[in-house]
């Protein structure tokens, strides 16, 4: 079993996040043994009012599994 860069791992999971049309400048990652931990809120940006939230989320969760190669993901994080 490879071993994960927590570091490495946290900076591809904001990546990711950062490309889509949400605002995240108030979500905290944390990576911890190949889990992603997810805290925080997120909403929609002003620019992109018609975005569905938990449609995103679910998004992201894939694409942590297909590119970072994270285990598990893990949303506390609030939708405004």
């Given at each position: 079993m490879p071993v994960i860069d927590n570091k490495g791992t946290t900076h591809?999971?904001?990546q990711e996040i950062s490309r889509r049309c949400?605002?995240?400048s108030l979500l905290s990652v944390l990576v911890v043994?190949?889990?992603v931990?997810?805290?925080g809120t997120i909403s929609k940006l002003k620019t992109h009012?018609?975005?569905d939230l938990r449609k995103e989320q679910e998004q992201i969760t894939h694409l942590l599994h297909l590119?970072?190669?994270?285990?598990?993901?893990v949303w506390e994080a609030v939708i405004k």
């Open positions: 591809k999971v904001r949400i605002d995240s043994g190949g889990t931990h997810l805290t009012p018609d975005i590119h970072c190669g994270v285990k598990d993901v």
